[in-house]
C-alpha cells in the first residue's frame, strides 16, 4: 500500500509538472538550490549518521568516500541544479511537422516522459542530480537510493521538497521510497501502470537484476568493458599517453579502459613499452599467449578476463592479426559502451569507426571522454549501453517522448 | 541448443547485413519479392494444410480469413517488399554533428538495431512484412509466428531465404522459430545477449506475456483504447460522422474507437443522434448513468468496460463535466494510443491536445488515422503504445539506433 500510494501520488504529480512552463521550472530549480544550501547542516549531520553506520558496517574506504558529503559537496550540488536550470527546456521542441493530402496536419513534438523511476547505490549527490534533470524534462521523479545513504537522501529530498512547495510546485514531482529491504526494490519495479521509465543506476549487479525483474521499460546504464585497439600503425608515444590516460586516470568509472587489443606486429615492441609507462600506477596485465610470450611479466588470462569490467588497477590484453579480428573480438567481449582504435592508417580507422558496434567509438583519444559535459550536453543521467531509445550519455533530450498531434476538419478515414 | 544456435547465427548475420549498403539491399528486396510471386503455388499449399488444421480445430471465420493467402495476397505481399524497396535507407544517417573545444570530432550517425525478433499471431502476410522492413533497416529479424501459420510461414521464408541467398546474403538475415510451443517463445525472450529489440505483434494478451518475461528491450504494440471527446461546441453532423468512421469502418484494428466520452450539456441532443446512425451497425452502447437515463437503449456500463478494448460493435460512453473532466478520465482509462477531442472550441482543443497523454492526439477527425500510411512514413512495424525509442505508428527511422563517432588526434582527459 505504502509503494502502490507513493506511485500514485507521482503519477499525479506528472500532469502536474508537464503543465508548467520554462520560467516556472527554472526559477523552482534555482530556489531548490537555495534550500539545499540552507539546509546543509541538517543533511550533514544526517550524512554523519550514514557515515557512522558505514564505519560501523565495515565499509570499505572507497565507498566511504562516495557516501561522505561536506559544505563543498553540498555546494556542488546546489551548483549542478543551477546549471540544469540554465539549460535548454527540452519539452514543446517541434521535432516536424507535414500536411497530409487530405488535409490534416500533422506535428510531431516532444513531451516530458511522466515518472521516472531512478535506483542508484550509495552516492547521495545523485539524489538532487537526478530530479533536477528529470524535473526539467517535465516528469515527476521516485527514487529508490541506497540503504547506506538513506538519512543523507532523506534529508536531501525533504530540503528539495520544501523548495517544490516553496514554489508553489507539488512536492510529489520527488519521492523518495524510504524503505530500504530488497522485497521493496523488486515491487517497485511491478509499478508498470505508475511509472513510465525506470533507470538503474549502479554496479553490474544491480543493473541485471532491474533488467531481470523490471516490468517497466528499462533503459541499462552504465557497465563499461572499454577496449582499446593498437593497430600496427599506431603512434607509439601518442598510444602510451592515450592507454595510461583511459586507463589509470580513474579506475572506477564506466569509461575506462579495460581491455587493449594489439596488431600481432607491433605486440614485441610496443607492450613493453607500456608495461613500463602503465608501472608508475602498478597496473598489473593480464593477457593471451602471445602476450605473456612477448611480457614475461605480464599474468595469463582467463577467457573471463576479457569480458570483465575491473574498474581496477587491471587491463587484459589480447593480440590479433588486425583490424578486422579486433573489431570481432571487441563486438564478442565489449558491453557496447566505449571503444577506440588507434591508428595512423585512415581506412582502418574508418573501418573500425563503422563496423565496432558500441555507443561511442573513438579514432586516437581516448575512451574517458564519453560523458555530458564532454560531449557538451550539460549533466547526464547516466551513459546508456542498450540501443533502445537513447545511447551513450544520456542529457535532458534523452529523457523525453514524443506524440503527434493532428488538427483536421472532419476528415474521416475512406 | 536449437533457439541458442538460432540466434547465434542470427547475431552473426546482423554483422553482415549492416554492411551492406543501399544498393545492395534494395536489389535484393526486390529479387525476392519475385522469389514470392514464383513460388506462389507451393506457399499456397502450404497454406492450404494451415486452413484445413484451422477448419478441424473450429477456427472462427475471422480468423481464417486473417490466415488465408490467395494469388493475389501474396501479389501484395510482393508490393509491400517493393515498396520497402522504394523507401528511403534510415541507415547512415547523420543527425548531428559538433567540434569540442578540444578538437575532438563528434558525429550522431543512425545505425542498425542489429538483431530484432518479431512475435505475432496469425496473419502470415506479417511475415515478409516484417522482414522487409527490418532487413531495409540493416537489421537481421528472428520471427516466431503463430502455430496456426507454421506451414505458411515456413513456406514464405524459405522462398525470402532463396532470394537472399540468390543475392549472395547470408540466408540468416531472416529466421523462423519453427518450434511453437509456448516454453520456446518463453526462452526466446530470455536471449538477451543476442537479440536487441523484440517486438510483440497481436492481442493484449500477447503482449502482456512478453513484457512480462522478455530480458530483451521490448517495444509494445498495437493495445488501443481509443477516445472520442465530444465537446458542448462540437458540430453534431461532424460529430456524428466522424465516431461512425471511427467505431464501425473496420472495428478489428487497434485505431477504432473504443469509448465515447461526452459533454454533460450535449448528451440529451447528442446521444440519440448518434445511437440512430450507429443502429446501422447494430452498435451497442454502455454508459454511465447518465447516459443510461438519457439514452434507454443503452446498457450500464460496469467500471471495467471504460478499460476494455472491445474489438466488437459496442461503444462505452462516459458523460463528464467538461474538457478537463475528459482530459483526466481520458488519461485513467486510455491505452496511449489514439484520443480525439470533438470541438469548434479552439480553447479546449488546445487543451487536450497538451493534456492527453497518447501518442497521437486528433481535433476534429477519426482515430483511424494512425498508420504509417497514413502518416507518410510509408509501411509501419506496428504502433507503439509505450514512450521509450518510439511513439506511435513504427515506420524504418524507428527501428534503427544511433551511435557516436568521436574523431581525435590524441586528446586524453585532464
Request: negative net charge.
Amino acid at each position: 500500500m505504502y509503494l502502490e500510494d507513493l506511485c500514485k501520488n507521482a503519477k499525479k504529480a506528472k500532469y502536474e509538472v508537464a503543465k508548467l512552463n520554462s520560467r516556472e521550472k527554472n526559477s523552482a530549480l534555482r530556489h531548490i538550490a537555495k534550500c539545499l544550501e540552507e539546509d546543509a547542516s541538517v543533511i550533514l549531520s544526517a550524512n554523519a549518521i550514514d557515515l557512522e553506520n558505514g564505519v560501523k558496517n565495515n565499509m570499505n574506504a572507497g565507498l566511504l568516500d562516495r557516501l561522505k558529503l561536506t559544505e563543498e559537496r553540498i555546494q556542488g550540488m546546489s551548483e549542478g541544479i543551477r546549471q540544469v536550470a540554465n539549460l535548454e527546456d527540452p519539452v514543446g521542441v517541434l521535432l516536424s511537422e507535414s500536411k497530409r493530402p487530405n488535409g490534416l496536419e500533422l506535428q510531431k513534438i516532444t513531451v516530458p516522459m511522466g515518472v521516472i523511476g531512478i535506483i542508484y547505490e550509495s552516492r547521495p549527490n545523485v539524489t538532487a542530480d537526478a530530479f533536477a534533470l528529470c524535473f526539467k524534462a517535465g516528469s515527476a521523479v521516485i527514487l529508490k537510493g541506497g540503504k547506506d545513504a538513506i538519512n543523507s537522501n532523506i534529508a536531501i529530498v525533504k530540503s528539495i521538497s520544501r523548495g517544490l512547495e516553496e514554489s508553489g510546485i507539488t512536492k510529489d514531482a520527488i519521492s523518495l521510497i524510504e524503505q530500504t529491504d530488497r522485497e521493496i526494490t523488486t515491487q517497485f519495479m511491478k509499478m508498470k501502470e505508475y511509472v513510465d521509465l525506470l533507470i538503474p543506476r549502479g554496479g553490474a549487479g544491480l543493473i541485471r537484476a532491474v533488467v531481470e525483474n523490471s516490468l517497466i521499460p528499462v533503459i541499462e546504464t552504465g557497465t563499461g568493458n572499454c577496449h582499446i585497439f593498437v593497430d600496427e600503425s599506431a603512434d607509439f608515444d601518442e598510444a602510451v599517453a592515450i592507454i595510461f590516460n583511459a586507463k589509470t586516470q580513474r579506475i572506477g568509472v564506466c569509461n575506462a579502459c579495460e581491455s587493449l587489443v594489439i596488431h600481432e606486429k607491433i605486440a614485441k615492441d610496443f607492450l613493453p613499452k607500456l608495461y613500463a609507462k602503465l608501472q608508475e600506477k602498478d597496473v598489473e596485465f593480464r593477457g593471451d599467449a602471445i602476450t605473456c610470450e612477448v611480457l614475461p611479466e605480464a599474468n595469463e588470462a582467463t577467457e573471463e578476463d576479457f569480458y570483465k569490467e575491473y574498474l581496477d588497477y587491471i587491463l587484459s590484453v589480447k593480440v590479433v592479426s588486425g583490424v578486422d579480428e579486433a573489431i570481432d573480438f571487441i563486438n564478442e567481449h565489449n558491453t557496447g559502451h566505449s571503444d577506440a582504435i588507434l591508428t595512423e592508417n585512415k581506412e582502418n580507422a574508418e573501418k573500425f569507426l563503422k563496423g565496432v558496434d558500441s555507443a561511442c567509438v573513438y579514432v586516437n583519444a581516448s575512451t574517458r571522454f564519453t560523458d555530458g559535459f564532454e560531449f557538451g550536453f550539460g549533466a547526464e543521467i547516466g551513459i546508456s549501453t542498450q540501443k533502445l531509445h537513447a545511447r551513450g550519455p544520456m542529457g535532458l533530450e534523452q529523457i523525453v517522448s514524443y506524440k503527434y498531434l493532428i488538427r483536421g476538419n472532419g476528415q474521416i478515414r475512406g
